[in-house]
C-alpha cells in the first residue's frame, strides 16, 4: 500500500495569513503516459463529508476560492492556503488515487491562531 | 447530477448485524468501481472496503475481513455493506464513494453506533 503522510498534525495560523500543508508518499503517484500526479486535496468540516478542493495535485475544483492551491509532484505535495479566512476551519486531507488501493494521510487539524 | 445517498445506520448491540445500503443516481452505476470508507469519532478516514466495476474483485482492509460483507446490484443501482460481529471499534460515520478521476465523490453518510 501507498502510505500518505501528512505534516503537521495541527496548524495555527493567523487570519488573512498563508496556511501550508505538506503530503509525502511513500512511492511516486506521478503517471508517466499522461504526466499527472494521482492526488487530491479535501477539506472536512464537522458533521460533513469531504469536500474535493483540488485534483490532479494542482486543478482547483470548480466553485473552490482561488486562495486554494495545489503544487509538487512524484513524492512531494503542498496545499496552500494563501490568506486564511475564519471559514477555512477544518480538516484536511491528502489522497492518492494511483494504486488500485486508494489511500489517505491522517489529516491536518487547521485552526484560528 | 451525481448523487450517492446511503442508508441502514443506526445503533446495535456488540456482536449484532446491520446492512448498509448506498443508493448511486445520475452516472452510469455499473461502470465504477465503489467503496466503503469510515470515520470514527474525531479520527481520519479509514477504507473498509470495495468492489470492482463488474463486482469480480473486493477488497477488505484488515480490520474488517471475515466480518464484512461488499457487494452491488447494478440492476438497483445500489452498493451494500454487509456488516456482522459487529465492536465498539466499528463505531463510524460510513461513507460511500464513488472513485473518478478526481479521487472520490462522496456520499453524506450514515453513522453506525455499536453499543449495549
Known amino acids: 500500500d501507498i502510505v500518505m503522510t501528512q505534516s503537521p498534525d495541527s496548524l495555527a495560523v493567523s487570519l488573512g495569513e498563508r496556511a501550508t500543508i505538506n503530503c509525502k508518499s511513500s512511492q511516486s503517484i506521478l503517471y508517466n503516459s499522461n504526466n499527472k500526479n494521482y492526488l487530491a486535496w479535501y477539506q472536512q468540516k464537522p458533521g460533513q463529508p469531504p469536500k474535493l478542493l483540488i485534483y490532479w495535485a494542482s486543478t482547483r475544483e470548480s466553485g473552490v476560492p482561488d486562495r486554494f492551491s495545489g503544487s509538487g509532484s512524484g513524492t512531494e505535495f503542498t496545499l496552500t492556503i494563501s490568506s486564511l479566512q475564519a471559514e477555512d476551519v477544518a480538516v484536511y486531507y491528502c489522497?492518492?488515487?494511483?494504486?488500485?488501493?486508494?489511500?489517505f494521510g491522517q489529516g491536518t487539524k487547521l485552526e484560528i491562531k | 447530477e451525481v448523487q450517492l445517498v446511503e442508508s441502514g445506520g443506526g445503533l446495535v448491540q456488540p456482536g449484532g448485524s446491520l446492512r448498509l445500503s448506498c443508493e448511486a443516481s445520475g452516472f452510469s452505476f455499473n461502470n465504477y468501481a465503489m467503496y466503503w470508507v469510515r470515520q470514527a469519532p474525531g479520527k481520519g478516514l479509514e477504507h473498509v472496503s470495495g468492489?470492482?466495476?463488474?463486482?469480480?474483485?473486493?477488497y477488505y482492509a484488515d480490520s474488517v475481513k471475515g466480518r464484512f460483507t461488499i457487494s452491488r446490484d447494478d440492476s438497483k443501482n445500489t452498493l451494500y455493506l454487509q456488516m456482522g460481529s459487529l465492536r465498539a471499534e466499528d463505531m463510524a460515520v460510513y461513507f460511500c464513494?464513488?472513485?473518478?478521476?478526481?479521487?472520490?465523490?462522496w456520499g453524506q453518510g450514515t453513522l453506525v453506533t455499536v453499543s449495549s
Open positions: 468492489i470492482s466495476s463488474h463486482g469480480d474483485y473486493t
Open positions: 464513494a464513488r472513485a473518478s478521476n478526481k479521487g472520490y465523490f
Open positions: 489522497h492518492q488515487y494511483y494504486s488500485s488501493l486508494y489511500t
